[in-house]
């Protein structure tokens, strides 16, 4: 088998595979999207812990109104606004990713690429000083531990 036709193939099934992957799950039962969507929320009563885990009973109360939505047809967007609303973005575990909040997410990234960059400058900085050779110090120093004239630089100082 040639070559350009085994990297065909090998296309096919990465884009077969691509499809199939992308493709949307079966319709979830009402218990799975209360889990999902109680998964995505913070319990108000709890120190960082998801609606979906908590037994607390604000935790209860709040999948309970997840569920009553859910069987009332409503979408998971509109649960999760609904929430929002009642309970404020400090609710949801992921904070949006927009207005003041979308900070949480842009300041790590540009705290990363402004290190980066540090460090490059300094690498840059470091590469261009290079290192610096013997100084008139140290060449009279050297000179004299030889027992060489210190303005003879060929070393033919005393013929030791």
């Known amino acids: 088998m040639s070559r350009r036709l085994m990297w065909v193939l090998l296309a096919v099934v990465a884009v077969g595979a691509l499809a199939l992957g992308s493709r949307p799950d079966e319709a979830r039962t009402a218990d799975e999207r209360v889990q999902d969507i109680g998964g995505e929320l913070r319990c108000p009563t709890c120190a960082g812990q998801a609606v979906a885990t ?3 009973p604000a935790a209860e109360a709040i999948r309970s109104q997840i569920r009553a939505d859910v069987e009332a047809g409503r979408s998971d ?4 606004a609904r929430l929002t609303a009642s309970y404020g973005d400090d609710i949801l575990l992921n904070p949006p990713r927009s207005g003041f909040a979308g900070l949480v997410w842009v300041v790590p990234v540009a705290a990363v690429v402004v290190a980066f960059g540090g460090l490059a400058l300094a690498f840059r900085r470091w590469e261009r000083t290079g290192p610096s050779g013997p100084s008139r110090r140290d060449r009279e120093l050297v000179a004299a531990a030889l027992g060489q004239d ?6 033919e100082g005393s013929g030791r």
């Open 77 to 80: 967007d509109t649960i999760r």
């Open 54 to 56: 908590s037994d607390a």
């Open 150 to 155: 210190p303005g003879d630089s060929h070393g």
